[in-house]
């Protein structure tokens, strides 16, 4: 007890220090926490699953567009499956995303998933009421969210919905994980609701755990004859769920349903991570060595009362224990009053869990330990003549300081760089035209309509109520004086894929593939710049255009030459009954379209080939009138409200659609910006304590120089030029780096910001101005002191 009241008496004698050494290592620490967790939460995503390690998903490659599918039944297939004795379980999946529920007259946009009964063998979700199993094909069962959504809080269980003609049962309702999840769905149907659901199955299999997945691999993932169509070439890879969630070859395929993370995101938080946890680290020791190198010839002393070692060691990690659990306490404060702007910089909450406290019990345990061995190493093991005589010494040998706070000042500039460049590079790519118009664009999911296959299925009846919807929606945007013009466009209106084009020397090129209409290249103002685009009467019928860059690459110089085909079908048709395939036979060339891009500005204008009809059903593309858009969206849900009764819908403009292809970038910039700001408020914290001691020993030195009649800018630039040349110093060995590792992050950019001079001198003017203005209390202090009292009192 006295050992612990010794402890702490020591840090409120030396309560400026402890106060500035507290305050920096909880900003530190704050900062760290609030990475790893969501580092965590990125590690460890569908947590609720059984046994994930064993869990393996089948990606079908058909010449380079990859999606999840089913494992080949047959090896007459012409694709290798592996042997299926390795598979335990299976559980097939289909996901329908923006399906239409009615529940009763009111209609409700949904994401769906028809999914086996075992699939809750596979996930395990907490039951919050009825039962979780899908032991017939009519019933449903929903997430606690949008049973709330659907009926309030009324209970769900036993009401009917309508999917299509489908009379469905709620049965079950589940609680959402605490954990990340791979899926967003808000209902869980039975696949054997309906015979075909017009989509590819997504197959989930639970294999033995010896399955060597690389072994499958090198078997399986070679280009082969894929068996329903002999022109294209498939193959298959095999990878565990875990890895489903990084997967990025599938990440473009899907808007909200399923959701994928980045591996190179987690790495950046990592790097910056391990950085905010070096100065925070740094800064507390070089601080508490100052407070330790005044306490030594109190150790000798102690020595020679005969104060054992283990004592000691014990009095130094007490010290380190309460110094360290303030500061953790601190930054969990900080934490919880800064958690609205963290959920909003993350794109979503870290909810609490035991990770909280396994790293809150870590830190408390491991910290104190580290550091209190270094002090004791340092300090505990000389002698006691040598401890009364190490502060005398000490005075000159400051190195090791400077040394620390050049680490300090390394990684606080390195961050402040990255931190610059990564926000120049978010405002580049903001701020570069796509080669489209954006502006007053709105896409809406108006139409309560399902997949085809669904609407197929539909009675005679239900089908012209379906349409007579549609024909009311259409009249009322037509009556609208706030829409300039709109028009039915695929929801993913900018989305393609890439597939084999031959020319007509035989050669044979990958072009990106879009699917659009003659409506959509004039709302967006796609300009043709050879040829022309006639006018299309039916629906299958289309016209071929090629992008500037798609003519270079397949050797065309003039649009007369021009002529393609596919080695698979690019649409299919019913034409008097009979199915027909178009696109493999040569195409003459209607036009070239100058280039745009279609996607990120870093992947740069891909050679593509545009397949343009009259128009196409989906989602609808509304340009507002100039000036009129804030009162469109109401206009919108009052239709929604007069045809499906109901204002629920989804929509989403077109300048935040290219802005949510950046968000990484955006989140990067961001993560940069906050946290380099931190490392320099907490280097700055560290500056502030160092120089208060060693500004304060070199007073008698000062006194000398004012009597031999040094200035005040003589004593200031004494006093500041140290650490003037340490944060020079720092500069010269953070420059390269930042621009190394912006050269490696960069490389695959197609488009990406210039690299400057500005870049590099603005983050370092902005530490040296912050540096300068935290040493100016102290050096200011220190030149106005009396000479005669410093020898005084020395």
Not at 403 to 421: H, K, S
Not at 557 to 584: F, N
Request: aromatic content about 14%; proline content about 3%.
């Amino acid at each position: 007890m006295n050992t612990l009241r010794y402890a702490l008496r020591f840090l409120l004698r030396a309560r400026t220090y402890t106060l500035i050494n507290l305050l920096g290592l909880a900003f530190s620490l704050a900062c760290c926490i609030i990475l790893l967790r969501y580092i965590h939460r990125e590690l460890t995503v569908d947590a609720h699953g059984q046994d994930l390690s064993t869990i393996v998903v089948p990606l079908r490659d058909i010449e380079g567009t990859v999606y999840p599918g089913e494992n080949p039944v047959r090896e007459s297939d012409g694709v290798f499956a592996f042997d299926r004795k390795w598979i335990r379980e299976q559980c097939r999946v289909v996901e329908e995303e923006n399906a239409s529920i009615f529940s009763g007259d009111r209609a409700f946009q949904s994401d769906l998933f028809a999914v086996d009964s075992t699939f809750f063998h596979f996930f395990s979700y907490q039951v919050v009421e009825g039962i979780l199993a899908l032991s017939r094909p009519d019933v449903a069962i929903l997430t606690e969210k949008y049973a709330r959504r659907l009926f309030g809080k009324e209970s769900p269980i036993g009401k009917k919905l309508m999917y299509g003609k489908w009379t469905l049962t709620v049965i079950g309702v589940l609680k959402e994980p605490v954990c990340k999840t791979t899926w967003n769905f808000d209902l869980l149907v039975s696949r054997q609701l309906k015979p075909n659901w017009g989509k590819l199955n997504i197959e989930l299999m639970r294999v033995d755990p010896h399955l060597n997945l690389e072994e499958v691999n090198k078997q399986t993932n070679v280009y082969r004859k894929y068996p329903y169509d002999e022109r294209a070439l498939c193959r298959y890879r095999y990878i565990g769920w875990k890895d489903f969630y990084f997967e990025s070859s599938i990440a473009d395929k899907y808007n909200r349903i399923f959701q994928f993370g980045n591996r190179n995101y987690v790495y950046i938080l990592l790097g910056v991570d391990i950085f905010l946890f070096l100065i925070g680290i740094l800064s507390f020791v070089n601080l508490y060595s100052v407070t330790m190198l005044k306490r030594t010839r109190m150790y000798g002393l102690k020595k020679v009362f005969g104060i054992s070692r283990g004592r000691l060691f014990v009095e130094m990690y007490l010290e380190n224990l309460l110094m360290m659990a303030g500061a953790i306490l601190l930054a969990w404060g900080i934490i919880e009053l800064s958690s609205r702007y963290i959920t909003h910089l993350f794109g979503e909450s870290v909810p609490g869990t035991f990770f909280d406290w396994v790293l809150t019990g870590s830190l408390l345990v491991v910290l104190p330990l580290l550091a209190s061995f270094v002090f004791y190493v340092r300090y505990g093991l000389k002698n006691p003549v040598s401890c009364m005589r190490f502060y005398q010494a000490g005075k000159s040998k400051s190195v090791y300081r400077q040394v620390f706070l050049f680490i300090q000042y390394a990684i606080t500039m390195l961050l402040m760089i990255l931190a610059f460049y990564f926000q120049h590079h978010f405002d580049f790519l903001m701020h570069t035209s796509h080669g489209y118009t954006t502006q007053g664009i709105l896409s809406a999911d108006l139409y309560r309509e399902n997949s085809y296959s669904a609407y197929e299925s539909l009675t005679s009846e239900q089908q012209q109520r379906q349409w007579a919807c549609r024909e009311a929606i259409n009249q009322k945007l037509d009556e609208c004086p706030f829409i300039e013009s709109w028009m039915t466009s695929s929801r993913d209106f900018l989305r393609g894929y890439f597939t084999d084009i031959i020319n007509d020397k035989g050669e044979k090129f990958p072009l990106y593939v879009m699917f659009t209409s003659t409506d959509f290249m004039k709302m967006l103002g796609l300009k043709v710049k050879e040829g022309q685009i006639g006018e299309i009467d039916s629906y299958e019928h289309y016209q071929i255009a090629l992008n500037e860059t798609a003519m270079k690459t397949l050797g065309y110089d003039t649009l007369e030459k021009a002529a393609v085909r596919s080695v698979s079908p690019l649409w299919i048709a019913m034409v008097q009954g009979k199915v027909v395939e178009y696109g493999t036979s040569m195409m003459q060339v209607n036009a070239v379209v100058k280039d745009f891009f279609p996607q990120r500005l870093t992947d740069g204008v891909p050679p593509m080939l545009l397949v343009i009809s009259s128009n196409s059903l989906g989602a609808a593309l509304i340009k507002a009138v100039p000036g009129r858009e804030k009162e469109l969206v109401p206009y919108l849900k009052k239709i929604e409200q007069e045809v499906y009764h109901t204002d629920d819908f989804t929509y989403q403009w077109m300048d935040d659609k290219v802005a949510e292809m950046y968000k990484d970038d955006e989140r990067t910039s961001d993560i940069y910006t906050l946290f380099s700001y931190m490392a320099i408020w907490v280097s700055c914290l560290g500056l502030l304590g160092i120089s208060l001691f060693e500004i304060r020993r070199r007073y008698r030195e000062i006194a000398i120089r004012k009597v031999n009649g040094a200035t005040r800018r003589d004593l200031y630039l004494l006093l500041v030029r140290r650490y003037l040349l340490v944060q020079l110093l720092a500069f010269v060995v953070a420059a390269p780096v930042a621009w190394l590792m912006i050269q490696h992050y960069t490389a695959t950019f197609v488009e990406k910001a210039p690299v400057t001079v500005g870049l590099f001198l603005i983050p370092f003017l902005v530490v040296m101005v912050l540096s300068v203005l935290t040493l100016y209390w102290q050096m200011n202090r220190a030149s106005r002191i009396n000479p005669s009292e410093v020898m005084k009192s020395e």
